[in-house]
């Protein structure tokens, strides 16, 4: 830090904020701490009675603070997304679409653990619509050594953020159960799940009822699959009980299972498989029906977004995959599947 004319400071950076007052119609900060002088803000400062001014003394190798968060944007900034100016060395991500929204944890971790900057962002793997903030970065200090921001860039070469859009738009229903195909029962199921799959822009193109059996299943699943939907859902028998055979009804028609359970509850039945053609197919447990939040909510963002779902992600739910059972639910401001 140190003091100059006036005159002298353009390129400088103010040390702090320096107040204009004009009677009965201005008093705020003027001029903010970081401020870079211009030539225009020369008559300004001296109008104000600021014929020496501290700042910063830049020297080779160090960085704005402004500039430093420009470095930091650089390396989260991706498709979809849009940015803000930067305010006060701060810059926000907010999404410009409906859309999975990702983090590459690990080398979100390795720039955080440099000193004098930060990036913090929402939880990674979780559904984000338009308009919705992402993530905001700055550096610490006014100024920064370039190299700090150099060795985050080496920590994260590839865009640390990605959004992924709504890309799959249609589904098939197979709602399982003799007690629904004869009528015994109203489906209360298949609108809970139709509503589920509208809020991610996926149309129904069919519901049907397939009773019981493998091999009804099978077969009505590869009916859906004619459809062309690009979603197949199976409702129903998810459980242990003798007569409960969607599982095996889904792996007859062709599917490669990822998983048939999962650590989160509710939502334990839950079964997930692709086809060789990539077309995802889902055995929804009951509690799909009238809980409020449940794997299902946890697993859709990701195939709505057309990302392959492994059995190691289903495993890492474990962790935050209990819901509290909330009243009321404030699902998805929660931390369930968090």
């Excluded at 890309?167 to 003799?178: F, H, L, Y």
């Excluded at 004869?182 to 049907?208: H, M, R």
Aim: with cysteine; charged share 25%; aromatic share 6%.
């Amino acid at each position: 830090m140190k003091l100059i004319r006036t005159e002298d400071a353009v390129g400088h950076v103010l040390c702090h904020d320096l107040t204009q007052i004009i009677k009965d119609q201005y008093k705020d900060a003027r001029f903010r701490k970081g401020h870079v002088v211009t030539e225009e803000d020369i008559p300004v400062l001296l109008s104000m009675g600021k014929e020496h001014l501290y700042v910063w003394e830049m020297t080779p190798g160090m960085l704005h603070e402004d500039e430093g968060a420009e470095r930091l944007l650089a390396l989260c900034a991706n498709a979809n997304m849009e940015r803000s100016g930067v305010k006060e060395g701060k810059i926000e991500l907010k999404a410009a679409c409906d859309g999975l929204f990702r983090v590459r944890s690990e080398a979100l971790r390795a720039v955080n653990a440099i000193d004098e900057l930060m990036i913090a962002t929402r939880k990674g793997g979780t559904a984000v619509k338009k308009g919705d903030k992402l993530a905001g970065m700055r550096v610490i200090p006014l100024i920064i050594a370039e190299e700090k921001l150099d060795a985050a860039k080496a920590a994260g070469d590839a865009p640390l953020l990605e959004l992924r859009p709504w890309v799959r738009k249609t589904a098939a229903i197979v709602a399982t159960g003799s007690e629904v195909k004869k009528g015994l029962i109203q489906d209360t199921f298949t609108p809970v799940v139709k509503d589920k799959l509208a809020s991610y822009g996926i149309e129904t193109l069919s519901v049907t009822y397939p009773g019981d059996g493998v091999e009804n299943v099978a077969n009505a699943v590869t009916e859906a699959r004619q459809t062309g939907a690009e979603v197949i859902l199976c409702t129903g028998g998810m459980s242990v009980d003798p007569d409960d055979n969607t599982p095996g009804g889904i792996k007859a028609s062709g599917a490669r299972i990822v998983t048939y359970g999962a650590p989160v509850l509710p939502g334990a039945m839950f079964l997930l498989g692709y086809y060789d053609d990539g077309t995802p197919v889902m055995g929804l447990p009951g509690c799909v029906m009238y809980a409020g939040a449940t794997i299902f909510d946890l697993v859709l963002p990701w195939v709505a977004a057309d990302v392959p779902v492994t059995r190691d992600w289903i495993v890492s739910l474990g962790e935050g995959g209990l819901c509290l059972g909330c009243k009321p639910c404030h699902w998805p401001a929660c931390p369930f599947g968090k």
